[in-house]
C-alpha cells in the first residue's frame, strides 16, 4: 500500500513525481503570476527543473541505495523514534496546510465555469456560481477514494495516465490563444514592457537562486518525492527518475504559462487567481474544456493522494505497528492506513475551506515554501552525509526558524520609514527565502562542528550504504514498466478515440487542429503497445533458443 516493494518503472516514478509537484495550484499561484508579471513564473517554475538535476547528481541515488522502504524508516534509524514522531505530525501539519491549498487551488477553478441559479444550494450567493466550499468538499471526498482504497500503486499509475491528459490538452489552448490576439507579433506588441524578462519585482535573480537551493532541499528530501526514489528498483534508476522530473520542469512551463500571459492581452481586468482557466474556457471547443477539468483534478488529486500515502503510512508504520500494535496482522495494519488516509483527507478539506482567510493560495504558498521547507527537510539530508548531528538538531533547525519567521511576518505589519524596514519591504519575497535557507544551514553547522561524537545511527546508516547492493537488471525492469506502460498505452488510444468523437461537436476552424492532436496521439498509443509487443515477442523468441 505505501511502499510498491521497489517495482516502479523509473520513469513512471519521474512522471508521478512531477505530477505531485504540478499540482491545481501551479494553475492558480503560478498562472496568477504569469497573468500579473509575464514570464517571471517560467523561471520560478524552472527552477525546480534544475533543483531537479541537483538532486539527481547528490540526493537520489543515496536515497535509493539505503535498501529501505519508506522515508519514516530511514529517520527512525538515523535519529531515533522521536524524530519520527516530530516529522509525522509537525512535518504533516505543514503539508496539510499546502495540500489545502492545492485543492482549494482545484476549487477556484471549477467553482468558476459552473454556473447555478440563485435558489440553487450549491450557489455562490455573490457570483451565483457553484460554491468553493461545496466544491472543496465534493471533490475532496472524490479524490480520497482511490488513495484510500489503491495506495501508492494508484497514485503512481493515475499519475502517468493523466499527464498525459493534462499536457495534450493545455498543448490546444497556446496556439488557439495566439490566434485570437491575432498572431505572435500583435501579441508581442499588446503584452506590458516587462512581461518578456525571466524576473521581475520582488522576483529577482537572486531570488531563483534561492528558489533553486529552497527546491533543491524540497525535491531531496520532502518525503512524497523521497518515496519515489524508494519505490524503484536501483540507485541509477533513482537518479534517471530525477533527470525525467528535471526536464519536464525545464520544458514544460515554457507551455503551462502561456495561456494567462496571452489572456491578459484581452482581459486586463480578470482575477488572477482564475486567469488561467478563464483563458482556457476562453478559447476551448467543447468537450475539451471538461477533459481539461478532469485533468486538473487528477493532478490535485496527485500532489494530495502522494502526500496522504506518505503521512498515512508513518502513522501506520511508526505510531501503531512500532507503538500501539507491534504484533498487529497484516489486514489490520492496512485498515489502519486507509482509516489514516481518511482522516488526513478530512483535515486537509477543512483547512482548503479557510483558505481565503489566511490571505490566498499565493501567500500561503510562498511563504511556507520560502520559510519553512529547508528547515524541516534539511536535517533529513545533513543526517546522510555528516554524522555528528543527533536529534535535538531537528528541533533547533525548526524552532528557530519558526521564531525568525513569526518576527518576519510581525515586522510587515510595522509600519516604518527606517531604511532597514523599507529594504525589507522592497524584497520582502528575497528575504523570507534567505532565512529559510541561512538560518537552519547556520544552526546544523554549529551543531555539527560543536559536537565531538558521531552519531550511532550514521553508523547504522553508512553500514547500509557500504553494504552489498542488488544489482539491476535490465530485463527485470523492462518486466516492471510493462503494465504501466500497457495501461498508458492503451489509456492515451482511448484518448485519442474521444478526441475523435469530439470533432463532431466543434466548429470549422477547431476541427483540424483536434483531428491532428487526435491522430497525434493515436499514433503515440500504437507505438508504446506495438514497442511492448515486439520486446515481449524478442524475449520468447531468446529464451526459446536457449
Known amino acids: 500500500m505505501f511502499a510498491v516493494r521497489k517495482q516502479s518503472p523509473w520513469w513512471l516514478s519521474g512522471l508521478s513525481a512531477f505530477m505531485s509537484a504540478f499540482s491545481a495550484g501551479t494553475f492558480v499561484v503560478w498562472g496568477g503570476i504569469a497573468y500579473k508579471q509575464g514570464l517571471v513564473a517560467v523561471s520560478i517554475l524552472m527552477c525546480s527543473g534544475i533543483a531537479s538535476f541537483l538532486v539527481g547528481k547528490f540526493f537520489a541515488k543515496k536515497w535509493a541505495s539505503l535498501n529501505i522502504s519508506t522515508v519514516g524508516e530511514y529517520v527512525s534509524i538515523r535519529f531515533g523514534q522521536g524524530a519520527v514522531q516530530f516529522y509525522t505530525w509537525v512535518g504533516m501539519l505543514f503539508k496539510i496546510i499546502a495540500m489545502g491549498v492545492a485543492l482549494y487551488s482545484f476549487a477556484v477553478v471549477v467553482s468558476s465555469l459552473i454556473p447555478l441559479s440563485a435558489d440553487n444550494w450549491l450557489a455562490d ?18 479524490m480520497l477514494m482511490y488513495a484510500v482504497s489503491g495506495g501508492l500503486w494508484a497514485v503512481l499509475i493515475i499519475d502517468a495516465v493523466q499527464f498525459v491528459v493534462l499536457t495534450m490538452t493545455v498543448l490546444f489552448v497556446v496556439p488557439l490563444s495566439i490566434q485570437k490576439v491575432g498572431g505572435v507579433t500583435s501579441l508581442i506588441d499588446h503584452l506590458p514592457e516587462t512581461f518578456l524578462s ?23 528530501g520532502e518525503w512524497v518525492f523521497v518515496q519515489r526514489f524508494l519505490a524503484v528498483s536501483s540507485p541509477e534508476n533513482a537518479r534517471k527518475s530525477s533527470n525525467l522530473f528535471g526536464w519536464l520542469y525545464i520544458i514544460s512551463p515554457i507551455i503551462w504559462m502561456l495561456p494567462p500571459i496571452i489572456y491578459r492581452v484581452s482581459h486586463p481586468d480578470a482575477a488572477p487567481e482564475q486567469a488561467y482557466i478563464l483563458a482556457c474556457a476562453w478559447v476551448l471547443p467543447p468537450g475539451l474544456m471538461g477533459l481539461l477539468v478532469a485533468a486538473m483534478f487528477s493532478s490535485a488529486a496527485s500532489y494530495i493522494d502522494g502526500e496522504i500515502n506518505v503521512y498515512a503510512a508513518a502513522i501506520t ?6 507503538i500501539i500494535a507491534p504484533n498487529a496482522s497484516e489486514k489490520s495494519v492496512v485498515f489502519v492506513g486507509r482509516l489514516s488516509s481518511l482522516v488526513i483527507g478530512l483535515l486537509i478539506m477543512a483547512i482548503a475551506v479557510c483558505v481565503p482567510y489566511f490571505g490566498g493560495a499565493e501567500q500561503i504558498i510562498l511563504t511556507v515554501t520560502g520559510l519553512l521547507v529547508v528547515a524541516m527537510v534539511l536535517p533529513m539530508l545533513w543526517g546522510l552525509y555528516f554524522g555528528k548531528i543527533k536529534q535535538s538538531s531537528i528541533w533547533w533547525s525548526t524552532g528557530i526558524t519558526v521564531m525568525v519567521s513569526l518576527f518576519l511576518k510581525m515586522a510587515i505589519s510595522i509600519k516604518s520609514d527606517n531604511f532597514i524596514m523599507s529594504l525589507y519591504y522592497a524584497n520582502s519575497q528575497l528575504f523570507e527565502v534567505a532565512v529559510g535557507v541561512f538560518v537552519p544551514l547556520i544552526v546544523l553547522a554549529v551543531m555539527e562542528f560543536g559536537s565531538k561524537t558521531v552519531d550511532p545511527g550514521f553508523k547504522e546508516i553508512q553500514e547500509k550504504l557500504n553494504s552489498k547492493q542488488a544489482i539491476s537488471n535490465s530485463e527485470e525492469d523492462h518486466q516492471l514498466a510493462i503494465f504501466p506502460a500497457r495501461l498508458l498505452g492503451f489509456s492515451i488510444g482511448v484518448l485519442a478515440v474521444i478526441m475523435f468523437g469530439l470533432m463532431l461537436f466543434t466548429t470549422d476552424s477547431s476541427r483540424t487542429l483536434i483531428g491532428v492532436f487526435s491522430a497525434v496521439l493515436f499514433i503515440l498509443s500504437t507505438i508504446i503497445l506495438l514497442s511492448l509487443k515486439v520486446k515481449k515477442s524478442k ?3 531468446s529464451t526459446n533458443s536457449i
Open 125 to 142: 450567493p455573490v457570483t451565483h456560481k457553484l460554491s468553493i466550499p461545496y466544491t472543496i468538499i465534493i471533490s475532496g471526498f472524490l
Open 198 to 220: 525571466p524576473v521581475s519585482g520582488n522576483f529577482t535573480w537572486l531570488f531563483l537562486i534561492g528558489w533553486v537551493i529552497v527546491h533543491t532541499f524540497k525535491l531531496g
Open 317 to 322: 508504520n511508526s505510531v501503531y505497528k512500532d
Open 539 to 541: 524475449k520468447i523468441i
